[in-house]
């Protein structure tokens, strides 16, 4: 069946360091993933999505890498700040009565320390 | 803010309440998400509404009940609930056909069944 996954789940940076979040997914015949942001006391926010034709993609400060081979998906932060700190989901969509509806993942709990 | 409101922010209630959440949309989207969030597990799809008619019901309990007036508005009845439903409850919306089709959550209900 399907399933979206973190491998790790808290990940404890210094400030200013690369920060890498995993997430493996299992159906291969999804094709648009995306990576959201929740921090303390609010609900996930957008931060980057990426297609299945693509195999990077790139925002401000963020990458999201996507290996269909392994079925492996990447956020990368650079320059990790302290309003970073938040839990940090992967989702999977597939199409359904029109709407793409995403499968979440565990989470990664990313920690910034000053 | 992301646009999508809900109300209340926290709430208390025996297994023999009945309640309802509400949730308001401001986007201009055409579908609308209940999601539940407990701790240590990952975002479980509850029902999916799409230009108003529900196009997805992840086998919930009958004592969740949800409701869309029209394509701003959502409402999720609770009644008879179990202690094990006390969880964050996410409201999300979307604009359904889009090519990148992203969620925007509220900030979510916090529920404590007693």
């Known amino acids: 069946g399907e399933s979206v996954g973190l491998h790790l789940p808290t990940l404890s940076v210094q400030e200013g360091d690369n920060s890498i979040i995993n997430c493996a997914y299992s159906?291969?015949?999804?094709?648009?993933f995306i990576w959201y942001k929740q921090e303390s006391g609010k609900g996930p926010q957008f931060i980057i999505d990426i297609r299945s034709n693509m195999d990077k993609r790139q925002g401000q400060r963020v990458t999201v890498l996507l290996n269909k081979t392994v079925k492996h998906l990447s956020l990368q932060i650079a320059a990790t700040q302290p309003g970073d700190s938040a839990v940090y989901f992967c989702?999977?969509?597939?199409?359904?009565?029109?709407?793409?509806?995403?499968?979440f993942g565990r989470g990664t709990s990313l920690i910034v320390h000053p | 803010e992301t646009g999508v409101t809900q109300t209340p922010r926290h709430l208390v209630m025996g297994m023999t309440n009945k309640k309802s959440l509400k949730c308001e949309q401001h986007?201009?989207?055409?579908?609308m998400y209940w999601y539940k969030q407990s701790a240590k597990k990952p975002l479980e799809l509850m029902f999916v509404?799409?230009?108003?008619?529900?196009?997805e019901n992840n086998s919930v309990p009958s004592r969740f009940s949800p409701e869309c007036p029209n394509s701003s508005h959502l409402f999720l009845h609770l009644h008879t609930l179990q202690p094990e439903d006390s969880a964050l409850y996410l409201c999300a919306s979307s604009l359904s056909g889009a090519t990148n089709e992203k969620l925007f959550f509220g900030s979510g209900t916090q529920l404590s069944v007693l």
């Open positions: 989702a999977e969509s597939r199409a359904a009565g029109g709407s793409y509806i995403p499968t």
């Open positions: 159906n291969s015949a999804s094709d648009y």
């Open positions: 509404y799409s230009l108003e008619e529900r196009v």
């Open positions: 986007l201009g989207h055409n579908a």
